[in-house]
């Protein structure tokens, strides 16, 4: 998978829109970006995934400019419950199949 | 469904024992993975099996050996257990079906710690 790099923490007040910034410099042509979501104690999950240009569902958007070497994940109008790690993943490498996930994102929405 | 499926959820073992930990998949899944996350770190990728029969190393394999008994059931053992071990392991499996389908579902987790 190709490199990404993610700030380590934010915080943001209930009720605004946080958004998440990830830089995957090394993107390949086939390559996807995916983002995870990790509660505490539990193990993470899907939320989000995009190719290029906007991709919005139920959970959040995803945005992706034109040279696809950064994504910025979206979450609108954010509760105490949106206190989470977040994950951005670049791939999938077929030629290997690692799936390797980094240290993350921690958001803490405050009330 | 019933999706990834971790045994035991605790354990606590003493230095030097040995333990292996259970994941089954019931999704018919073609890659399974174990991760390990200690207390305020991401997750750091153990071992991983593309394909039933084959396994490989991930980041942090020192420790752990692993055994995929057949496409639904991937097992991580821990040989002689260390405090260094002590861990919250995740298992988890995807499967690559398709162009950018990287989608992975994670077990419920083991929370594992050698005195």
């Known amino acids: 998978l190709a490199k990404t790099t993610q700030p380590i923490s934010m915080d943001s007040y209930e009720g605004q829109e946080v958004n998440i910034t990830c830089s995957h410099n090394?993107?390949?042509?086939?390559?996807?970006i995916t983002w995870y979501q990790q509660f505490p104690s539990q193990g993470p999950r899907f939320i989000i995934q995009?190719?290029?240009t906007k991709v919005t569902n139920e959970v959040a958007s995803l945005f992706i400019p034109a040279d696809r070497k950064s994504s910025t994940l979206s979450l609108p109008r954010v509760s105490l419950s949106d206190t989470a790690v977040y994950y951005c993943l670049v791939g999938p490498d077929y030629g290997n199949n690692r799936l390797a996930f980094g240290k993350g994102n921690q958001v803490v929405v405050i009330p | 469904n019933a999706g990834v499926t971790q045994t035991p959820k605790f354990q606590v073992l003493k230095t030097g024992q040995s333990m292996t930990l259970q994941c089954a998949q019931d999704?018919?899944?073609?890659?399974m993975y174990w991760y390990r996350q200690d207390p305020g770190m991401g997750l750091r990728l153990i071992y991983y099996?593309?394909?039933?029969?084959?396994?490989d190393k991930g980041e942090v394999p020192n420790g752990y050996n692993v055994s995929r008994l057949n496409k639904r059931e991937f097992s991580l053992r821990l040989e002689s257990a260390a405090p260094s071990q002590t861990s919250v392991y995740f298992c988890a499996s995807r499967s690559l079906r398709g162009v950018g389908d990287t989608e992975a579902f994670f077990g419920q987790g083991t929370r594992l710690t050698v005195v």
């Open positions: 099996s593309a394909s039933e029969g084959t396994t």
């Open positions: 090394n993107i390949a042509t086939n390559d996807y």
């Open positions: 995009g190719y290029k």
């Open positions: 999704m018919n899944h073609n890659s």
